[in-house]
């Protein structure tokens, strides 16, 4: 017993010694164990969403986000369903503002936002488990080192997940400075990144952008009318000859050379609505809107 005791003593001795080196060494030498980072804990990362009419999948969206952010910010523009309910729900800060586009909705929804970094997410996206951890170990290491962060963005289509074309891994700004704003235009809304750090992540988005065929087409529609406007406002026109050659070269990018035939019936679907989309904006251009 006395035996042990000794070792004991020498053993708290030895450490004594140690707990000036480490103070002395300090990064180089710690006699303590270093803390590892909670892998629960919110992150100083502000949820963003804007949404209108969505109780049917806002859910899934914000429950991605919980998982990761300190405050989740729901600027909603009249939802009459459960939109409202569901994201207060779900902890979410809902705040009323009327729709006034999306770049500028979306940039009320930033302005909002309490954390340095922001996470800005449509009500049909959200991520799944290993996105998530993948946030965490960016947060962990390498987040500083740029501004803004592209995430992968996959596309379902009617239940089917995109494989190939432009859509099954489509870079989108969705992880930045609280600081960037969307440019102000009327369509298909971009993230100002000129003069910022922009760099890749790995970290895979999901996109379910459609609850039917016939809502898909008539979303199309509204940002076909927009696109027109806009390029008309700005003195742009188009005929008929641009507005086919624009639809063949899309199918031919999307099925042939970027592969989408491999998604099948759901991907020809798809991509022939898309074609069908842009053959309308150009003929839209080409009307006196």
Known sequence: MDDAQGSLDGHWELLDQAQPKARRFGRLYSARPRRRPSMTAP?????VVITRNEADRIERCLASMRELCD???VLDSGSTDATVEIA????????HRDWDGFARQKNAAIERAMQPWVLLLDADEWLEPPAIAEVRKLFDG???TADCWLLQRRTHFLGHTMRAGSFAREPVHRLFRRTLRHGDVPVHEYLDVKGWR???SSIVLEHDTARSEAEYWQKLQCYARLWAR???ARGKRAGVVRAGAAAAMYLVKNLVLRGGVIDGRAGLRFHLLHARYVWTKYRLLGLVL
């Open 71 to 73: 405050e989740i910010i």
């Open 43 to 47: 992150l100083p990362l502000s949820g």
């Open 88 to 95: 207060r729900r779900l902890g979410a800060r809902v705040e």
């Open 142 to 144: 390498e987040i500083e």
């Open 198 to 200: 922009v760099r890749p």
């Open 230 to 232: 806009e390029r008309s």
